[in-house]
């Protein structure tokens, strides 16, 4: 779950004060956009406003103002020589305490937001899926983790969903259209069974295979064996994560792969676009 959520819930139930920091506008070159906003209880923050000097020099209005030293209101910010950071912008960013209507509103906003992350369904838990679930995580998904067994997966990193099946059909079958999958299975044959069915349905904005390309060049021929058309076998993404650097290592792939995801799935065509500019 979002981890605004989370900390809030923790926050309420220890009955802590809180400030909300939100960025009212932005111009020029600013680290966060208007509308991001950080969270500041006594000994706690969820969120971000960008970091650096801004957020610390936020940070300490809104516990003074927690402690009943300082006020809350707007402030317009210069981020260049006068703050010590080198963007260029400006920011006006509005302090304020957090009643209980503020503290709701902010909760169904995340639960919101929670809801129309772009799922992602990773099939394998062998050492590569183990770093891809570490790794995938922490990012704005609904990450659900798949495999028929159940001593593989290890420790299940914080708001992963995980799903001990053989049923690929059925998790398959309830991705909503959009979704990404990531193919990762200790068998050529169940990576090509869910690979086809994925790019049989042809909704899914991500297909990737774990693989090298005479692996790709295989299930290719094999898929048109069986009827699958030439556009829909090209939006197949294998090898993954491949972006020019040859290191196999877990940890290493993982990062990469997580570029990927992040352009095709969160970002899509924009992204993209920008890239091949």
Known sequence: MDSIITALAGWRRAGWPVVRVSIRAAVGSTPREAGSFMLVAPDALAGTIGGGRLEWECVARARALLAG????????????????????GRVRVRIERADEAMLDAIVREAE???AGRPHLLLFGAGHVGRALARTLAPLPLRLTWIDARADEFGLVPEGVAVRITEDWERALAAAPAGSGILVLTPSHRLDALIVGAALERGDFRYVGLIGS??????????????GLGVERIATLVCPIGDRGIRDKRPEIIAALVAAEIVERLLHGEDAMSERQA
Not at 69 to 88: A, K, S
Not at 213 to 226: I, L, P, Q, S, W
């Open 112 to 114: 919101a937001a929670w």
């Open 69 to 88: 030293t300082g006020e809350g209101g707007e402030l317009e910010i210069p981020l260049g020589p006068e703050l010590g950071q080198c963007c260029g």
């Open 213 to 226: 390309k005479t692996k790709r060049r295989g299930f290719e021929a094999g898929f048109r064996a069986v």
